[in-house]
């Protein structure tokens, strides 16, 4: 066969094999027998492998894996992930009704949808083939996982219609039951440690790095939404039509409700149907249906407005409290951790749970060897919800909350008005110089990446480091040959941390890099209490530099939008502290970002400041996200649809009818890349 031979027949069978993968896994309606689609695919891989030029990433014969990646490299999402507000409160979802209609009167309709219990999922297609799979990650930005999602049958590799030409497609990618039982059985036959529950088992799966291994895990996609700049929809119940038809799995169990009557009936039916489903769900999602509506409703700073996810009620189990211990956290907050008898729980053993404060353990009044109450807060966070009081017996003694720190001895405190203890001792308590180290060199802070949990507190115990600005002294013979045996809490496993060479110059490298980390995130990552990301950003926008920040009056930092006394009391007490002013000129001195590149006008909040913008269309000048960068720089808040709340429309070139459409029923200005020039020079 000749080499254009080959082409046509490698074209005819990807078609061929294209469609019985869609017809057997995403319609469960097989055209031919298993033995003859192994025939296609094998005539397949013949043909590519005499020719490789011809061969295609998303050729049907990378279903089976076989590529390697030795890391996943992190990707920024082009559509923040958002989550969705959860309630299990009836009352509370009753609440969410009544804020829609107060809004949009009587006007709009809900979609039901099932919450699957899985990893979320964002899918890049380019002229309708798959170029990119990304976890959600933080939700800004998360891990490229291409190779592997390739090998999950039920999500296409090229698609049956080629709707936009860039579109984003999201799902949840899980374990059905059956592959999970499987791969359990065979982790068992091996004398391997199972997975806890399938959810674990996927997320596990994709962060293998051999694709062939998770080609051989079975794991399935279910698809519920689509983005796009130029989506030809007008609601979201459409989105999903169309997703079927471009051959994605989309789940049979959704439902358009006229009344909050109708979603709890949704609800009620998939409670009782729940234990018998293929796989496992942990509640419903709930979504205004209208995609104008839905701008209507806009987003909060977390989550939109115009969506919400109901949860069923978490598994309980009972179970023997052994003891409590006290944890000590990087802001010396104090946790008090019930230590319990092993039971499992939503598929996962339990073995410790979170008792929050004294307050909370004073109202369990709980008791060495009591049978309590144990459930996981959303089906993660372990927690005791009571005592069986009637298997206690007269000579158990009661649990009383610490009087000192459990790692450095020293006498707690408590503020007045706050239910957590702290210890003061934040200069020489180990727990907390290891965990403002571990939030400096996070990946949404200094994003010191080649150093984790077991290499900081390696470098802690042999004295290396006490505080944040001794990363900046250390060099090649400071970490070469450093080595500690660290034991896992909870499954007492020991793994050893070695610094060879390698190891050392990736340290060094990262830290290196982290000299360039942007002013707002130097700022979130020096650690001053009761500043989160967001404050970060917008404090270092509107004072521009650090010693502005720093000599500010309580009054000044009351001034700037969203900050309370709590955020302005922990910056004051932060800069009171001699020891943190010779920790921030150290890190001057190391050369680390104390001020934004910004004219007079932008450090005093910024031309845009308090201005809700979103951006669609291709620009000319720069690319959209530039042009995001640009409006963030300048006080701008960028969203990512249209509302009554937002300010401006930044309109480029092949700008969709709809959004001009919606812009122009909610009087929103349309302005032009140079227009929001323009408005930051004047």
Known sequence: MDKKKAKERIEQLTREIHEHNYRYYVLAEPGISDYEFDKLL???????????????????????????????????????????????????????????????????????????????????????????????????????????????????????????????????????????????????????????????????????????????????????????????????????????????????????????????????????????????????????NSYARQAELGYTSKFPRWAIAYKYKAEQAITTLNDVTFQVGRTGAVTPVANLEPVSIAGSTVKRASLYNEERMAELDLHKGDKVFVEKGGDIIPKVTGVDTSQRSTNMQPFSFATHCPECGTKLRKNHGEAVHYCPNAKGCPPQIQGKIEHFISRRAMNIESLGQGKTELLISKGKIRNIADLYDLDYHDLIGLEKTIVNPDTLKEKKISFRDKTVKNILDAIESSRNVPFERVLYAIGIRHLGETMARKLARHFGDIDNLKNASRDELLAVKDVGDKVADGIITWFDDPENLKIIERLKEAGLQFSTETDSKQERGGALDGKALVVSGVFSGFSRDEIKEFIAQHGGEVKSSLSSRTDFLVAGDNMGPEKRKKADSLNIPIISESDLQKMVRE
């Open 42 to 288: 094998e005539e397949l891989q013949k043909l590519e492998e005499a020719y490789p030029d011809l061969a295609d990433s998303n050729s049907p014969t990378q279903r089976v894996g076989g590529q390697v990646t030795k890391k996943f490299p992190t990707v920024r999402h082009k559509y923040p992930m958002l989550s969705l507000s959860n309630t299990y409160s009836r009352e509370e979802l009753m609440d969410f009704d009544k804020r829609v209609k107060k809004a949009l009167g009587n006007t709009y309709e809900y979609v039901c949808e099932l919450k699957y219990d899985g990893v979320a999922i964002s899918l890049t297609y380019e002229d309708g083939e798959l170029t990119r799979a990304v976890t959600r990650g933080d939700g800004v930005q998360g891990d490229e996982i291409t190779n592997n999602v390739r090998t999950i049958h039920s999500i296409p590799l090229i698609l049956r219609e080629d709707p936009v030409s860039d579109l984003e497609v999201r799902g949840e990618i899980i374990m059905p039951h059956k592959s999970f039982l499987h791969l359990n059985a065979e982790k068992k036959n091996k004398g391997e440690n199972a997975f806890a529950n399938p959810r674990n088992a996927a997320a596990g799966s994709l962060k293998v790095q051999d694709s062939k291994i998770v080609a051989a895990r079975n794991l399935d996609c279910y698809v519920y939404s689509a983005n796009a700049d130029n989506l030809p929809f007008e609601s979201h119940w459409e989105s999903l039509k169309a997703l079927k038809k471009w051959g994605f799995k989309v789940s049979e169990d959704v439902k358009k409700c006229k009344t909050i009557d109708d979603v709890f009936d949704f609800i009620n039916h998939y409670e009782e149907k729940r234990a018998s489903l293929p796989f496992d769900i942990d509640g419903v999602v709930i979504k205004v």
